[in-house]
């Protein structure tokens, strides 16, 4: 019965891409039109991404169908959202600013969508000349316990790429994947 519910959610994303929803969410909160649903692979909960009434990007979580929307967190603009295959930990990718972007793990708890761990100043790329730096999630492992992120940096001294496997509890570096630098 258990993959029957990740075949349906699975298939209702393909078949729908990001579906769009409307209602309320907590107190005084609004889903707008622009919003971008999420379904857990397991079928049970959804993250919302969409404009803040700030003006930036939030996150909303459901814990189950047909319960209401719960304010997570808000970011200073662009924000994505990647499930975990097990369906109780999410990656986000967000923009605090024009020049850093970060990832960050949730899990689902007992009370909503807690943070796990921020993925940013511990990689361990870096230039001369000042310091502008990207981390993007691009995955997870099979078990739902490993993330594979893009870090790529740049300053006067250059610009350094590398992807890397990261611990999502701690936000710890696992692994370097690769690597790439270019002087400017």
């Given at each position: 019965?258990?993959?029957?519910?990740?075949?349906?959610?699975?298939?209702?994303?393909?078949?729908t891409g990001c579906v769009t929803s409307?209602?309320?969410?907590?107190?005084?909160?609004?889903?707008?039109?622009?919003a971008?649903?999420?379904?857990?692979?397991?079928?049970k909960h959804a993250v919302i991404l969409q404009i803040?009434?700030?003006?930036?990007?939030e996150l909303l979580f459901r814990r189950a169908p047909g319960e209401p929307f719960e304010f997570v967190k808000d970011w200073g603009s662009g924000i994505s959202a990647i499930w975990s295959p097990n369906g109780r930990r999410v990656l986000v990718t967000a923009r605090e600013n024009t020049t850093d972007q970060l990832c960050e793990v949730f899990a689902v708890s007992r009370h909503g969508l807690a943070?796990?761990?921020?993925?940013?100043?511990?990689l361990p790329l870096s230039v001369e000349g000042g310091y502008r730096g990207h981390v993007s999630g691009l995955g997870w492992s099979a078990d739902s316990r490993r993330v594979f992120v893009k870090q790529a940096v740049w300053g006067d001294g250059g610009y350094a790429e590398g992807l890397f496997l990261v611990e999502a509890k701690t936000g710890k570096l696992i692994r370097r994947l690769s690597e790439m630098e270019a002087p400017r």
């Open positions: 019965m258990r993959h029957l519910g990740y075949g349906l959610a699975v298939m209702s994303l393909l078949l409307q209602g309320p969410v907590g107190p005084s909160r609004m889903v707008g039109d622009d971008h649903q999420l379904i857990s692979p397991n079928g803040s009434p700030k003006g930036g990007m943070h796990l761990s921020t993925i940013h100043g511990q």
